[in-house]
């Protein structure tokens, strides 16, 4: 069975920077899989923010575009999002997903928090 464990949300402040992690495991084709983070605030629908597929081809919301950078290390089934400059509305929940064979996996989310 897939599972997805993100890590790496806290609080910072404007213009700061994090970095996300997301471990996946019950899969051996990770290296071909499109993997992605979405984002959520209370009240609204999760979002885009970024995808990978498995050549390493990026997509990015236009909001974060310039800002933000997905990778992908398949020797450790993992993708990262890294955060820079951020914002207060990029205060959400931040979630990882994997597609795999016409099925969406989400890890449980992380938060991040952009405030002074």
């Known amino acids: 069975q897939v599972q997805l464990v993100e890590s790496g949300g806290g609080l910072v402040q404007p213009g700061g920077s994090l970095t996300l992690s997301c471990r996946a495991s019950g899969t051996t084709i990770f290296n071909i899989l499109t993997l992605g983070w979405y984002r959520q605030i209370p009240g609204k629908q999760r979002e885009l923010v970024a995808t990978?597929?498995?050549?390493?081809?990026?997509t990015y919301a236009d909001s974060v575009q310039d800002r933000f950078t997905i990778s992908r290390d398949d020797r450790k089934n993992t993708i990262y999002l890294r955060m820079d400059d951020l914002k207060a509305e990029d205060t959400a929940v931040y979630y990882c997903?994997?597609?795999?064979?016409?099925?969406?996996?989400w890890g449980q989310g992380t938060q991040v928090t952009v405030s002074s």
């Open positions: 997903l994997l597609k795999c064979v016409g099925v969406d996996y």
């Open positions: 990978i597929t498995g050549d390493e081809t990026t």
